[in-house]
């Protein structure tokens, strides 16, 4: 088995993939980095020049308007080009393979391609056949890594409560298939979060995931018991209809975050979300709008924790 | 070589500062050299304006050779940029090239009506059309060595001489 | 053509022989081992000094991929991989494009392989009209056209009424049943072993009860109809537990397991590696330990290579895309040598089990290194070491999970019907 794929032969961030088995002092760089960048909105110019006349492509075989236009933003607030790709209608659906999508978009002169796909280790496979000077970020692949959301998670909750190595923190909700959920549980792990707690029916649980070295409940309210970081995962639709759930109603009652079972965490518990939220289906709008709420704070932080990944990435040659 | 004394330096600059500075006049230092002696300055010479700060990693150019560096300090500057009389304070001139960065950093905050530079040492070797305003003290030392201000714990800032990392070039 | 292979360690699981002798071969026959017949003049000589002389292997599953996949592979190139595997019987599954349901198919395939004068193909023919799992097939028409015995390969059928009826219209005729347990349901769209690693990549699991639910309901209704079944690729270790119990109750039921899974499990997936996706799915190392004890008390009857040529372009997408199989003809000599080699095992008892255990299996007869038996043989070099080049395979398929790897045991002469089919 090669060395890890992510960094190249100096031990720097070459791509990015996923938050497992990248080292600690890789992530703190990323979260110090995104600190200065958040001070750039501030001012008249958000812009730094430092990815001028660097193109990003953004690669979406997965369609999604808010990951793309937050790593758009990201991408122009560093002065790159940036081009977008939504590869379901384009040259994909004609029958062309992944790799010779990728290909001919590297021959456009690519510094960089955000990916997101549906399967699983997909980032993996592009970053394993594109040219040696082109990075590759990984904005979501099937249930595996989200990276970039993870690192975000994790510049929130180092705002609000500094110092990680006190916290417990609860992850709520479809674990199963959430890819956001693996990478928050390596970055948590990683800084040295002593207690990640995840908490949900078993259908949404894997079996295997106390493997991930993570503290199983399916009791909200015993779950949530003095927990300091409360993270709501989406729900999606299709859910009920894999046998996996009766019903958005039954799944609220139970595990649905509202003001009374938020009371069992602790009075200055912080509430997240990646986003977007089904209100009254995994949140209720009392305490999404509500004074723990940090869910927008986690947009403006992503924007910065983006900006962060791409300088590290694009000046690493 | 036996480097100048930066405490009495220092106060020569401050003196040499004094008659050329107003109500208006906003200090700006550039991490991490140039923000203790802004600090200071700023205290000796007693300025209204709030001290600025900046960390020109996001503007150096190079960037594509030797990547993001691995330290990055948030810049912060408390008052309004666009006319403000601005001097730049930095530590050892030498290449003029983290000059030019910040200036283009500054630039993306506003349009200041002037900018100034105060430096503490000019080891000359001037890679660009830079020139300090204010000025210490010339000091000349060899290609592959560097000067560097140091803070003790008491807060007294000295400059001593070691040896050029490679690829080291400000 | 006579043959005399000379100074060989004659390697005969059938009698237990293993002993440096000479093989004297005429008329596609062994006409000797020791003494040569009288007034025998080579028109070959071989010299085996230091190589071992067996049996030629038999392999209870290859994909030729023919008909309707030769982008993938064809029979030229399968067989040729075959032979250079030392494989001079193979079974094939009937999932080729038609399905093997129609004895027309079969004819063509065996007309075709025959033609080609390398290994004996012995077709499984589909146990249901286009393996749908509805209607079976016209059993009898197909053993006339070939057939040794009938097969789901991998389509599920979930339907037990079928399975039943199926392997009740097996019995009348004698025939055998080969169906691989996977309940459809419980491995529908996973891709890996539910374990820690689909669980850390994310990739859907397919739970081992999708191996044991199947298992226990093809074992009752085996026991129920009195059919002659043998089950497939086992992958799991409450799999094996569950053949050994079955055995014991003196059930008719023979089971197999793929080389990959006698020596892989679900760590060598690393950063999603689609080589190593596979069906059955490389599982935990309890269960790939498991299976080695299971081919060690003979749980397990035989190795097979499992060999599925997989064109690059439906290997180089995403794990869960890709299309799952790997090569194996050439590797299934040295994977089995290795599996031995660990587990100390004897050279005789373990080259039985790709020689006379899946030949017993097959039915087609006593596979020998004795007089009187067909000269279908291999000699290797037990102690040549070569490293694994995807390029270099003769296979079509360059899709091996042991790429790179340096195996010990190289096939140089392979004989069939008493030609030479190959020489290194």
């Known amino acids: 088995m090669a060395g890890n794929p992510q960094l190249n032969a100096n031990g720097e961030l070459h791509h990015l993939l996923t938050i497992e088995g990248l080292p600690r002092d890789i992530i703190v760089r990323i979260l110090d980095t995104a600190h200065s960048f958040l001070s750039l909105t501030e001012r008249e110019i958000k812009k730094v020049p430092l990815l001028r006349g660097k193109a990003v492509f953004n690669l979406f075989f997965e369609p999604s308007t808010r990951t793309r236009t937050t790593f758009e933003i990201a991408a122009k607030r560093l002065s790159a080009d940036v081009i977008n790709l939504n590869v379901g209608t384009s040259s994909q659906s004609k029958g062309e393979t992944l790799l010779d999508t990728v290909a001919n978009l590297s021959a456009m002169h690519a510094d960089m391609f955000i990916v997101r796909h549906a399967q699983s280790g997909a980032a993996h496979l592009i970053a394993r ?23 975000l998670d994790m510049f929130t909750i180092r705002h609000y409560k500094q110092d990680f190595t006190r916290l417990r923190v609860a992850i709520v909700g479809d674990v199963l298939h959430s890819r956001v959920a693996r990478s928050q549980i390596h970055a948590l792990t990683s800084l040295g979060v002593p207690e990640v707690r995840v908490i949900g029916p078993r259908t949404l649980l894997p079996n295997h995931v106390s493997e991930l070295g993570v503290h199983v409940f399916h009791d909200m309210a015993k779950g949530l018991k003095d927990v300091d970081v409360v993270i709501m995962l989406r729900l999606q639709n299709e859910r009920m209809n894999g046998a996996l759930l009766p019903s958005a109603q039954e799944f609220f009652k139970y595990y649905g975050l509202t003001p009374e079972k938020l009371a069992s965490a602790k009075a200055d518990a912080i509430v997240m979300h990646p986003g977007p939220m089904n209100r009254g289906v995994e949140i209720d709008s009392s305490v999404a709008d509500g004074n723990q709420s940090v869910i927008l704070p986690q947009v403006t932080f992503g924007i910065a924790v983006r900006m962060a990944v791409m300088s590290i990435l694009a000046g690493s040659g | 070589m036996r480097m100048p004394e930066a405490e009495s330096l220092l106060s020569q600059l401050a003196d040499s500062m004094r008659k050329h500075v107003s109500a208006d006049t906003a200090l700006i230092g550039i991490h991490t050299g140039g923000v203790w002696l802004a600090e200071r300055l700023h205290r000796s010479l007693g300025l209204k304006q709030p001290l600025g700060t900046i960390d020109v990693s996001f503007y150096r150019d190079d960037y594509e050779s030797r990547g993001l560096h691995a330290r990055v300090k948030p810049s912060s500057i408390p008052f309004e940029v666009a006319d403000a009389d601005v001097i730049l304070v930095d530590d050892v001139l030498f290449t003029g090239r983290t000059i030019r960065a910040a200036i283009n950093e500054l630039f993306d905050y506003g349009r200041p009506q002037r900018i100034r530079l105060a430096a503490l040492v000019d080891r000359g070797g001037r890679e660009l059309p830079i020139a300090p305003q204010f000025l210490g003290v010339e000091v000349r030392v060899a290609d592959n060595e560097q000067i560097e201000l140091q803070k003790s714990a008491d807060g007294r800032l000295s400059l001593v001489l070691t040896p050029m990392p490679a690829l080291e070039r400000k | 053509m006579k043959i005399h292979i000379k100074n060989g360690r004659v390697v005969d699981p059938q009698s237990g022989v293993e002993k440096v002798q000479d093989v004297y071969i005429a008329a596609g026959k062994i006409a000797a081992v020791g003494v040569p017949p009288s007034g025998f003049h080579a028109n070959r000589v071989i010299d085996a000094n230091g190589l071992v002389v067996c049996p ?369």
């Open chain 1, 129 to 151: 056949h594109v040219a040696p000077y082109i990075h590759v970020i990984n904005a979501g692949d099937g249930r595996h890594a989200h990276p970039t959301q993870g690192l």
């Open chain 3, 56 to 424: 030629g292997l038999v392999d209870l599953s290859a994909r030729l991929r023919e008909p309707g996949f030769e982008h993938k592979a064809t029979l030229e190139s399968e067989m040729a991989a075959a032979v250079a595997g030392g494989v001079t019987s193979l079974a094939c599954p009937p999932d080729t494009d038609p399905p093997l349901d129609e004895p027309g198919l079969v004819e063509m395939l065996k007309y075709r392989a025959r033609g080609l004068n390398q290994a004996h193909v012995y077709p499984l023919g589909a146990l249901t009209l286009g393996l749908k799992g509805e209607r079976i097939t016209e059993m009898a028409e197909l053993v006339d056209a070939g057939c040794v015995g009938f097969s789901q390969a991998d389509v599920p059928l979930d339907d037990n009424l079928v399975m039943l009826r199926a392997m009740q219209y097996a019995t009348t005729f004698g025939y055998s049943v080969w169906l691989r347990p996977s309940d459809g349901g419980l491995s529908r769209s996973g891709v890996a072993h539910d374990g820690q690693v689909s669980t850390r990549l994310g990739l859907a699991p397919i739970p081992v009860a999708a191996e044991t639910v199947a298992l226990s309901t093809m074992l009752l209704l085996a026991r129920e109809t009195g059919a002659r079944v043998h089950l497939c690729r086992l992958s799991s270790a409450e799999g094996v537990e569950m053949m050994r119990q079955a055995k014991a109750l003196g059930m008719n039921v023979t089971c197999d397991v793929s080389a990959n899974n006698v020596h892989l499990s679900e760590l060598d997936i690393g950063y999603f590696d689609s080589n190593y996706h596979l069906v059955p799915p490389l599982r935990s190392l309890r269960d790939r330990d498991a299976l080695r004890h299971g081919v060690e008390d003979g749980t397990i009857d035989a190795i097979c290579s499992d060999h599925t040529p997989v064109d690059e372009d439906a290997k180089q997408l995403p794990f869960g895309e890709s299309e799952a199989g790997a090569t194996g003809l050439e590797l299934l000599l040295a994977l089995t040598l290795k599996w031995a080699e660990e587990s100390r095992i004897s050279l005789p008892k373990a080259i039985a089990k790709v020689t006379t255990d899946p030949a017993r299996i097959l039915g087609i007869g006593t596979v020998a290194v004795a007089a009187g038996a067909n000269a279908d043989l291999c000699i290797f070099d037990p102690k040549l070491r070569w490293k694994v080049e995807p390029s270099r395979l003769k296979s079509q398929g360059k899709n091996t999970p042991f790429a790179g790897y340096e195996l010990m045991g190289r096939v140089l002469y392979t004989l069939v019907g008493g030609h030479l089919v190959y020489e290194a």
